[in-house]
């Protein structure tokens, strides 16, 4: 059986800008360190910030890039899953 790979969701999204939340990985330094590396691969990636504390990432691009899902499988970081409740990120 393949290694499942984190649950990640958007929680904002407009054109040249995608925020992702991956609750599971909060606080795993080594996890968005190996993020960073890997998305900063990006074409046509301006800006990358990831917070470990909250588990975000913000991703800034000109232009078009290819579905957050599609990339976050490619790279084998994260599946993007629906929005969980708010009330369940405090676990």
């Known amino acids: ?16 800008r995608i925020r ?5 990985m909060r606080h795993q330094s080594a996890y968005f360190e190996g993020l960073r590396q890997r998305l900063s691969t990006l074409p046509g990636l301006r800006r990358l910030t990831t917070n470990t504390r909250t ?6 691009h000109t232009g078009d890039i290819e579905s957050i899902n599609s990339i976050g499988q490619r790279l084998e970081l994260f ?3 629906s929005r969980p409740h708010p009330h369940s990120l405090n676990e």
Not at 1 to 16: C, D, E, K, S, Y
Not at 20 to 24: A, G, M
């Open 1 to 16: 059986m393949p290694n499942q790979l984190p649950q990640a969701f958007v929680t904002h999204q407009i054109r040249g």
């Open 55 to 60: 588990g975000s990432v913000l991703i800034e």
């Open 20 to 24: 992702l939340r991956v609750p599971t």
């Open 79 to 81: 599946e993007v899953g």
